[in-house]
């Protein structure tokens, strides 16, 4: 009688088992995915989860973040606007997926930097090229691809460019996890990277030059998450990260 009872729990046991399974792979918990839920850094109401100067970014009335300018005066006496001053996240992060949008002003040229150091972000740390290649183009002069939007700055052009019309907002999408880098503009992919394939100095795998003086496989692999005022008026909102390590 008691090995009967004990074999119906087994089989019970067994079947509530197999239902709790079922049940997981047909709606996914994120703990048993890898991936955890994603941490909102913006949401237009406040700035604490970043490091900027005093007056450097606010809040604009629509709620996005933007950055702000001030006038100077150049060695020959002529004043000019320039930017404040970058923002960057308070925390680190190695392998992780950002998302957020961002609207450019006529002409701007901008940025995201990812694993990089706040103090020599060009050389220590990537950038996600932000940029009105119109506008910019313009008054600057025709520029590489790997300069453009949604390049892998220095390293790789954009595979393609699916930005709206300047003025409007884009969505961007970015994924870094070991050596590769994926980067994705209103759902389409822009750039899709093995930090690897890099392994020389100031020389990209298509045989082309770029500036840094640092192979860009020996990049940091890990660092802070930066918005570039290159000294034009850029916007963001619905900055959200999640780490994936």
Request: negative net charge; aromatic residues 10%.
């Amino acid at each position: 009688m008691l090995g009967g009872d004990g074999g119906s729990c087994q089989a019970s046991g067994m079947k509530i088992l197999l239902l709790c399974s079922l049940v997981l792979l047909a709606f996914p918990v994120p703990g048993f995915t890898g991936e955890k839920e994603p941490a909102v850094l913006f949401d237009g109401t406040s700035l604490e989860a970043f490091d900027f100067a005093e007056g450097a970014w606010e809040i604009a009335e629509d709620g996005s973040l933007t950055c702000k300018m001030k006038e100077v005066v150049d060695k020959n006496g002529k004043k000019k606007i320039q930017g404040m001053g970058y923002l960057w996240t308070k925390g680190e992060y190695e392998n992780f997926e950002l998302t957020l949008s961002y609207k450019l002003s006529e002409g701007a040229n901008s940025g995201v930097f990812y694993r990089s150091t706040r103090d020599d972000s060009v050389h220590q740390g990537h950038e996600v090229q932000l940029m009105d290649n119109v506008g910019f183009q313009k008054t600057h002069g025709e520029k590489d691809e790997r300069k453009l939007n949604g390049s892998f700055y220095e390293g790789k052009g954009p595979s393609a460019h699916p930005a709206n019309p300047v003025g409007e907002w884009d969505t961007l999408k970015l994924r870094a996890v070991g050596p590769n880098i994926v980067c994705h503009i209103n759902g389409v992919e822009v750039f899709n990277v093995d930090v690897n394939d890099w392994p020389e100095v100031g020389k990209n795998p298509d045989g082309t030059t770029n500036k840094f003086k640092v192979a860009i496989k020996d990049k940091p692999r890990k660092g802070y998450i930066g918005l570039q005022n290159h000294g034009q008026v850029v916007w963001f909102k619905d900055i959200k990260l999640t780490r994936l390590d």
